[in-house]
């Protein structure tokens, strides 16, 4: 059966529109899109003065272009709380619907990839366009963007080093006049002033001798005083998604490494290359953050063999030699391995080459009362006082930490 | 936005005039409008009615340009707008058979709502005027009071799906003659069982005394009746009336208790506010029956675009265009739910039950299988069924009377589960139950059903108003718990505490384990917008 058409399951979300051809279906345009937000942020300041928590989420929406390739999209989005009944949790875990036709009871119908399903509660909705994209919603990625946050520990590395702190490049862009002229921003703003005055329109095929082309939209690459980013260095990503990380503690593990990611690409561009890697009991690497992200959680916990398979890759690929490495994990503190011995092993062995471990216990509700057998294993270990410039630990309650505590949490971990 | 042409108004008159002489009931007057793009990004937020307030809220969802599903996951738009006269919405170049199979479609909607006793308390109102006479008096209060004005919107909002549409639809329909009067129940009631705490016999008694004297004398039953307990009981009319005193009002839904009790409104400087939170109120009285009869108004509109255009003689050269349309509208997905389906199913299910005589006691008794099989009394009465279904019925009632295993078997209807498959790496759906009762309860729970929160009269006073959550099986979600309170708090004007449930999971210690679940009772109390949480 073909599983990729959408399944409906809730009652409501067909209506005549959508069923009936000649009822006026909603389009997308293009001019809404276009109109500013920042009134509607002024307003949601106001709420702050007026001693209201702000309604206006960023929602940041990855959209995945090629294999390695995620833009980092932020559209507003509100929601109204109300008293609602959860349907998530209920000892019945399983999501049913209704069905027709033939077959026994117990018979298989059809099949959907796991990693579809979002690994964190506030993944976004069904449908086509929002198949290739990841998002949850915070009220200020700004914020963590303009942080001024600084990988740690950061040394001159590799082949690539350069002598001088500044060039000089062709990467400003100015409107107007310049070098070089920027074809594709200066075709994003033709299309965006064609857009206010009417000549693209979606249902049409765009007619490019219709649009206007105005001096202020062509867009030049002028020559400019640029900071040389010489340090180059490679981020390991390491989530645990096993059983016990569903919900509230992959939430705050994905939230903050998006964080991390988006803050990562925003200041140090290509000079990061991310590497990402998934672990229950076993470890397994993904190809991008997208697949990072979305993985849906899985079995048991056994936390050595990501670090094993970092150590391998480093090895494998030589990495420490040119390369600063950092490497974020992210778990609710569950171990199966109680006494952490291979864990131990590994992470001193890693020890030997990284510029920093940055580890966060997000916890789970029940085990707030003690500590967790990570902690426990790193504390007796004394790794965290004798390495304390190389590894850091964050622990904090995944069920009430928000945003504001999770870029607390990355300023521990990168301090 | 501007009218169909004369020529397509014309098809709809034709339609209504046949629809008409089918049975239906309706309106003589209804208004069809061609919509353009740009209309439709100001009407979407606004369930459809152009005059409905502004929100600033709507306006994030406009630019957000998802339409509005996520911010109104209950209230979808409509395109059939249940208002004085109906309203609905077309594209402009639609064929003139397609027209015809919509406007039946169409005009099944209209007689439902104005017929269901669900929409009952809609019934007198031009929804679209007095809208607009509100988002006008909304924008004037705006001139003077600015932002605060969409605070109180928006706090309104936090809590309008309590709104008590229940308790306005027990007094709509309550006969007038069925009532029995305060004075009976309070006597009845109060009187003799707590002050007199007479012995149940001796009620009962009573009890048939009163209705032997009301069956003798009618309605002057009542008058000789308390001439004799004003002898009995000397005191009764000064208690009675020390009780209509003190009285405290029941049913009262939150937002109805916030206006009459709340100390924050009474003061004269925010009495203005009271106005706001009773269209906020009014608003989603008149919304709450539509999302509680989806799939019967779905069921019931497929139901005669179906019987009166394949009767029509303009069908003529297209029926499989209509064959096609009318499949992606009706038919049941072989996973996933159709509501239009469903309703439509279960209405012709019940109309051939009705036909064969089988809506009935005596088949009911009726154990021999051969007999139940074979059972035709040939009474025709199949329509007049569905139209007692169409004013009386709404999806709970359909659902929970008529979802039998014989309509489960004749549909070969089943409910899907989903699991993981961990070799895999997949998530199978496989048919989990072909049980009648499964694929009833799997439906029941997909019904919208807000929670039930009510007001604690003995914990509530001035400066605490105490709200309790009737716990159904579900826990609220507890993100929204915080910003909800805070808004109620800004209404109340104090400490405001909810008490509810709360499930938690007790992780399992190894693999084979399945996780257990634990109810916890929990009190939240916010004051100066600071939330506590506590285990009670």
Known sequence: ?415 | MYLIDQHTKSIMEECKSRARDAGLKFDKESLEYIVTNRDLIELSPKLMIPTLYDYWVNDVEVLKGKGIYKLYPNNPYETVINSRPAISYYNDNNPDWLNIMIFYHVIAHIDFFQNNIFFKHTWNDDFVGQALADKRLIDGLRSEYGRWVDYVIEFSRSIDNLVGYYDILSKTNLPINMGTSERVEFYFGEFLQEIHKVPEMLLFKDIEKYNSLIMEQGSIGETSFFAEVKIKYPEFQAKFDKYLEKRKPKNKDLMEFIIDNSPFLKKETNRWMVSVINIIRNTALYFSPQSRTKIINEGWASYWHDELFRKDERIKGHEVDYAIINAGVTSLSRVGLNPYAIGLRLIQYVEDLADKGKLNFNFQKINNYEIIENYDLKTGTGKEAIFDLRTNFSDFMLLNTFITQEFVNLHNLFVVGQRINEQRGTVEYYIKSRNAQDYKSMLLDKLQHPPKITIDNNKTNEKNLYLVHKFEGKQLIKDYIPETMIGIEFLWGDQVQLETTEIYQIPPRSEDEEPKYENRRVLYTVKNKKIKKEYI
């Open chain 1, 1 to 415: 059966m073909d599983l990729k058409r959408k399944i409906v399951t809730d009652l409501y979300e067909l209506n005549d529109s959508d069923v009936l051809p000649g009822y006026y279906k909603p389009k997308k345009t293009f001019v809404t899109g276009l109109q500013t937000l920042d009134e509607l942020l002024e307003r949601d300041k106001k709420r702050e003065e007026d001693g209201f928590p702000r309604k206006i989420r960023l929602g940041r929406i990855i959209k995945r272009k090629g294999a390695k390739d995620n833009q980092v999209i932020v559209v507003p989005t509100t929601t109204e709380p109300k008293f609602e009944h959860d349907d998530s949790i209920s000892e019945d875990q399983e999501e049913q619907t209704g069905g027709s036709g033939d077959g026994e009871e117990g018979e298989i119908l059809g099949e959907r990839p796991l990693e579809q399903e979002s690994g964190s509660g506030a993944g976004p909705g069904q449908g086509d366009e929002s198949e290739h994209e990841v998002g949850t919603d915070a009220f200020d990625l700004g914020k963590v963007l303009t942080e001024k946050f600084s990988l740690p520990n950061l040394k001159d590395k590799g082949k690539k080093r350069s002598l001088t702190k500044f060039t000089y490049d062709l990467t400003d862009k100015h409107r107007g006049f310049g070098q070089v002229i920027d074809k594709k921003s200066t075709l994003e703003r033709v299309i965006k002033t064609n857009i206010i005055l009417g000549n693209v329109r979606e249902e049409e095929e765009i007619d490019t001798e219709e649009l206007i082309i105005t001096p202020q939209d062509q867009v030049y690459r002028i020559l400019s005083k640029e900071k040389d980013y010489e340090n180059q260095a490679v981020v390991f990503f390491l989530r645990d998604y096993s059983g016990s990380m569903q919900g509230k503690p992959t939430e705050v593990v994905c939230t903050q490494h998006l964080f991390i990611y988006s803050w990562l690409m925003y200041q140090y561009q290509n000079n990061v290359i991310p590497r990402f890697i998934l672990h229950d009991s076993k470890a397994k690497e993904v190809p991008d953050f997208y697949t990072y992200y979305r993985s849906q959680v899985a079995g048991g916990t056994n936390i050595y063999p990501a670090y094993e398979l970092v150590n391998q890759i480093v090895e494998m690929e030589h990495l420490s030699a040119d390369y600063n490495i950092y490497v974020f994990h992210g778990t609710d503190g569950d171990d199966w391995d109680e006494d952490g011995r291979q864990m131990i092993a590994e992470t001193t062995k890693m020890l030997s080459y990284v510029n920093r471990i940055g580890i966060t216990v997000a916890k789970n509700s029940w085990g707030l009362g003690g500590l967790s057998a990570v902690e426990k294993y790193l504390q007796r270990s004394n790794l965290l006082k004798e390495r304390s410039e190389l590894i850091k630990m964050d622990v904090m309650p995944a069920e009430t930490s928000d945003e504001k505590r999770i870029i607390e949490g990355i300023k521990t971990l990168i301090s």
